[in-house]
């Protein structure tokens, strides 16, 4: 089956052409046909396209929204050669898959979407502002451009944490109040936790049911999750995404009296508040310099805030680690995904500093190796594994969309 992948960030736009047979069929190995990426959507945003047998393409024109941002795509992805291309990634188009972040109680798997779905996504706005207005801008923008004769379906980041047990799930609150909320620990990441769950279970050879692991997903938004069984039963990122790790932007966790504190010192709104918290905070907030933890390691030496930064990121993920190894009773690995979990091998080296307690020792010739690839950054004899596995959302989407349509 053919499947066009959307992935809508709050201000950017992922996409991919997967062939697929479904969710890892034994010997079909899933084809990526094209993809590509339109940044900074809201402004002058950067397109890349790279279609099978071509060239990247590379362009900057004004994107205003995620609706025009699909349009774009859609648009480069329909069969053409007026401009000396042969892109045929829609010919035969048979599905589309969404990536949608907040899916509530309600969603609790991939579904096909229809109008009653597409209302109850769009009822859990409130829950992710940032995310699943525009996951629902692009679900009606394909509904326009393609059709309704072109199936959709919808995967949920909050799935793969449902199985959550109510001690992890629940918040010290007065029942009443939070069920009549639906407050929550719901968590997020959980396409790209599962896909890291899935793969190592095939790189190492462990049936599903007897993978015992800590994930660690590190990029601009950050969160860590215990697998056990191959399920999650514990996840950093709670009712929203604001909870855990420190991230890019995001403080992490926090005093929630600090809110109401700040409101009253400084004089503002809540709205303002937490929009420093999601927005101003984390590795921005502490260097005062950026949230790309590359520039925050080339200024590290001379800048002592930037060095803060770093050790604060690196001092609650390996707080987290332990956490979770005390709730999993021991695990077989640590494996790290995400842009600077993939990319840094001085960030997993100083969050791994200090475990050796526990069995968890980085063979520093492979970290170093490991870098945008997957592969075992551990000592081969180390008690506790380490790896490095690069998620990939969009197949698991497609693997999804194919699943939920058969």
């Known amino acids: 089956m053919r499947v066009l992948v959307l992935n809508c960030g709050s201000s950017s736009l992922k996409f991919q052409v997967i062939e697929s047979a479904g969710d890892g069929t034994p010997g079909v190995?899933?084809?990526?046909?094209?993809?590509?990426?339109?940044?900074?959507?809201?402004?002058?945003?950067?397109?890349?396209?790279?279609?099978?047998?071509?060239?990247?393409?590379?362009?900057?024109?004004?994107?205003?929204?995620?609706?025009?941002?699909?349009?774009?795509?859609?648009?480069?992805?329909?069969?053409?050669?007026?401009?000396?291309?042969?892109?045929?990634?829609?010919?035969?188009?048979?599905?589309?898959?969404?990536?949608?972040?907040?899916?509530?109680?309600?969603?609790?798997?991939?579904?096909?979407?229809?109008?009653?779905?597409?209302?109850?996504?769009?009822?859990?706005?409130?829950?992710?502002?940032?995310?699943?207005?525009?996951?629902?801008?692009?679900?009606?923008?394909?509904?326009?451009?393609?059709?309704?004769?072109?199936?959709?379906?919808?995967?949920f980041d909050t799935a793969f944490h449902q199985t959550l047990p109510p001690h992890a799930s629940a918040y010290a609150l007065p029942h009443d109040l939070a069920a009549r909320h639906g407050i929550r620990r719901y968590g997020f990441h959980g396409l790209a936790h599962r896909y890291v769950s899935?793969?190592?279970?095939?790189?190492?050879?462990?049936?599903?049911?007897?993978?015992?692991?800590?994930?660690?997903?590190?990029?601009?938004?950050?969160?860590?999750?215990?697998?056990r069984g191959g399920t999650s039963v514990d996840t950093s990122m709670g009712f929203t995404p604001l909870e855990g790790l420190v991230m890019g932007t995001r403080t992490g966790d926090l005093d929630p009296t600090v809110v109401s504190y700040l409101v009253h010192k400084e004089n503002v709104s809540m709205a303002e508040v937490e929009t420093w918290l999601n927005e101003r905070s984390g590795l921005l907030g502490v260097s005062g310099r950026s949230n790309d933890m590359r520039e925050l390691l080339d200024h590290a030496a001379a800048d002592a805030r930037a060095r803060l930064a770093i050790d604060l990121f690196c001092y609650r993920a390996r707080k987290y680690i332990g956490a979770y190894l005390a709730a999993l009773g021991g695990a077989a690995a640590v494996v790290f995904s995400g842009g600077i979990g993939e990319h840094a091998p001085l960030i997993r080296a100083n969050i791994c500093d200090g475990l050796q307690w526990c069995g968890l020792e980085l063979d520093p010739e492979r970290n170093s190796a490991v870098v945008g690839t997957e592969g075992a950054i551990s000592l081969p004899q180390a008690a506790l594994q380490s790896y490095v596995i690069p998620s990939d959302e969009e197949l698991l989407i497609a693997r999804d969309t194919v699943a939920v349509l058969s």
């Open 29 to 155: 190995r899933d084809k990526r046909l094209a993809h590509g990426m339109i940044e900074r959507i809201g402004g002058e945003a950067v397109c890349t396209f790279v279609a099978e047998g071509n060239a990247a393409r590379r362009e900057t024109t004004h994107i205003g929204t995620h609706e025009e941002a699909v349009k774009k795509a859609v648009s480069w992805l329909r069969p053409s050669t007026a401009d000396g291309r042969k892109n045929t990634s829609l010919d035969k188009l048979d599905a589309v898959g969404h990536r949608v972040v907040h899916g509530g109680d309600r969603f609790t798997g991939s579904v096909v979407l229809d109008d009653d779905a597409i209302a109850g996504i769009e009822a859990l706005n409130e829950l992710a502002p940032l995310h699943n207005p525009p996951a629902v801008q692009a679900i009606r923008a394909c509904r326009t451009l393609l059709g309704a004769t072109i199936p959709m379906v919808a995967a």
């Open 198 to 227: 899935l793969r190592y279970a095939e790189l190492t050879h462990t049936p599903r049911e007897q993978v015992n692991i800590i994930t660690l997903h590190l990029g601009n938004g950050c969160s860590a999750c215990a697998i």
